[in-house]
């Protein structure tokens, strides 16, 4: 491709974006494809001379646009949001043009000094204490399997990596059934293996770890001869925002010399707003804590941001040094690949320099607040309706609820059918959930341009949709 035709699509793929968010509420939220239906428009074997960029890009918007999900659309209340703010895009266009491999200081000292900078504006605006130091990951889930890591060679004296783990009694983590699966996939990979992940039961409103429970485990684990190693904590869980008490949970863990890593992938955002604090008050005592810029605070996939109170600890864990990836002569240089399991990085550290530059910590509190406002009215409109329940109150944005069935229909088939012909309707989307093994709909509100009023539409497809009436 010659330059001035680069510069022409790359234009031309800037203002189909521009268009592209601008428009999002006049397109339905979830695809609205048939499995298969994409697949089958899509040539079996790769074309053996070079096509025109007019067809290449042609068949991206008759074929490919239609079978998304939007999930920068402003009536997505689905999962967790997975925000990539306008100007954050900007920046990854940056990115993708200069295309660096950021592993070393020396691949690029851009992005490793602005990286270092940004993580530490972002423990500022956490309240996270000044002796924690940041990594950008990928992702949640191998910023926790990083912890993982660190957990299993501290318990073993530094000796998993060369020798194993047959060598060595059952190495045990604690977490409660309320944490993500990256966790349990954090324990497979690791090899310490699923049971060896100790399910510690859970108390109070916010399902939080029992911490009396949590010793009471670590002492039976050593009086057995295993070894435990570390806890891990969340600070609202993927389900229904369960919360466990990061104090009293790192109180027991560093009583019996245990590592404490925080999963805070979702709610980590919000502790931008010193009012949600008292969420993971203790969170100064823990070791490793995971937060995802990418999903609430706007910053595109991916941008996980993992802090941590002795890199050594992690570097020690992952860092290898053939002799091609040294950097001779400069000391007191940071090689953030050796902070993580994969070696490649990206330029991440750029969307988010945009990111707290463009909005400010006030814009971004501002967004946060009004969600959280804004799912707190809505739960209270369904509480107030005589055929709704609130299954789980809000924790931030995040509640759970139900449609009461009809006379004679199971709830869970009502609930699922009721959600299917939500989703189908297009002009919303949302999920479900589990809640003491009964299903509730799910619903968050946390995307980068909804408004007030998306909220309030969201309330009449809902009502509407469940009451038989057409919108
Ligand atoms: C989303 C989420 C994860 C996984 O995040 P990835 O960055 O996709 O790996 C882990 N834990 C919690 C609590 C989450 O909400």
């Known amino acids: 491709m010659d330059w001035e035709e680069f510069r022409r699509w790359s234009e031309k793929a800037a203002n189909w974006g521009a268009d592209y968010r601008q428009n999002l509420r006049d397109r339905p939220v979830r695809a609205q494809t048939a499995p298969g239906e994409i697949a089958a428009r899509i040539a079996d074997a790769p074309p053996e001379t070079g096509e025109r960029m007019e067809d290449i890009f042609a068949d991206f918007?008759?074929?490919?646009?239609?079978?998304?999900?939007?999930?920068?659309?402003p009536r997505f209340f689905a999962y967790f949001p997975a925000n990539a703010a306008p100007v954050s895009v900007i920046a990854e266009y940056l990115v993708s043009a200069i295309a660096a491999q950021c592993i070393l200081w020396q691949t690029s000292p851009s992005a490793t000094e602005l990286e270092t900078k940004v993580l530490d504006w972002l423990r500022q605006a956490l309240a996270v204490p000044d002796n924690f130091s940041g990594v950008i990951q990928d992702s949640a889930s191998t910023a926790t399997l990083a912890a993982v890591l660190v957990m299993r060679e501290r318990a073993l004296g530094?000796?998993?990596?060369?020798?194993?783990?047959?060598?060595?009694p059952a190495v045990r983590i604690y977490a409660t059934g309320e944490v993500h699966t990256s966790i349990d996939r954090a324990i497979w990979i690791s090899g310490v293996g699923a049971d060896n992940?100790?399910?510690?039961?859970t108390t109070g409103?916010?399902?939080?770890?029992?911490?009396?429970?949590?010793?009471?485990?670590i002492e039976l684990d050593r009086n057995a001869g295993?070894?435990?190693?570390?806890?891990i904590a969340c600070v609202g869980g993927t389900s229904t925002g369960a919360c466990d008490d990061i104090a009293a949970v790192t109180e027991v863990a560093r009583r019996h010399g245990l590592y404490v890593h925080v999963d805070a992938a979702w709610a980590g955002s919000a502790m931008i707003c010193p009012e949600f604090r008292t969420l993971w008050a203790g969170i100064d005592g823990v070791d490793s804590l995971v937060f995802n810029p990418h999903k609430w605070l706007g910053a595109q996939f991916d941008c996980s941001v993992q802090f941590v109170r002795d890199p050594a600890a992690l570097v020690r864990t992952l860092a290898i040094h053939p002799e091609y990836l040294r950097t001779h002569g400069h000391d007191g240089i940071i090689n953030y690949s050796e902070w993580s399991v994969p070696l490649g990085r990206r330029f991440r550290a750029l969307k988010l320099w945009f990111l707290l530059r463009y909005h400010g910590l006030e814009g971004l509190r501002?967004?946060?607040?009004?969600?959280v406002r804004w799912s707190e009215k809505l739960a209270d409109q369904f509480a107030a309706e005589p055929d709704f329940e609130i299954v789980t109150p809000p924790f931030l944005s995040l509640f759970s609820f139900r449609h009461r069935a009809p006379q004679?229909?199971?709830?869970?088939?009502?609930?699922?059918?009721l959600i299917n012909a939500i989703n189908n309707d297009g002009r919303i989307y949302l999920t479900q959930t589990r809640v003491n093994g009964a299903l509730a709909i799910r619903f968050q509100v946390g995307q980068f341009e909804t408004t007030e009023a998306d909220v309030g539409h969201a309330f009449h497809v809902i009502v509407n949709?469940?009451?038989g009436r057409n919108p």
């Open 158 to 168: 530094w000796q998993g990596n060369a020798k194993g783990l047959a060598a060595h």
């Open 205 to 217: 409103r916010n399902r939080g770890m029992d911490a009396t429970a949590l010793e009471a485990a």
């Open 61 to 73: 918007e008759d074929i490919l646009v239609p079978g998304m999900t939007h999930w920068q659309h």
């Open 197 to 201: 992940l100790v399910r510690v039961p």
């Open 408 to 417: 004679g229909v199971d709830s869970d088939e009502h609930t699922q059918r």
């Open 226 to 231: 295993l070894l435990p190693a570390g806890v």
């Open 465 to 467: 949709i469940a009451r």
């Open 366 to 371: 501002m967004m946060i607040r009004n969600h």
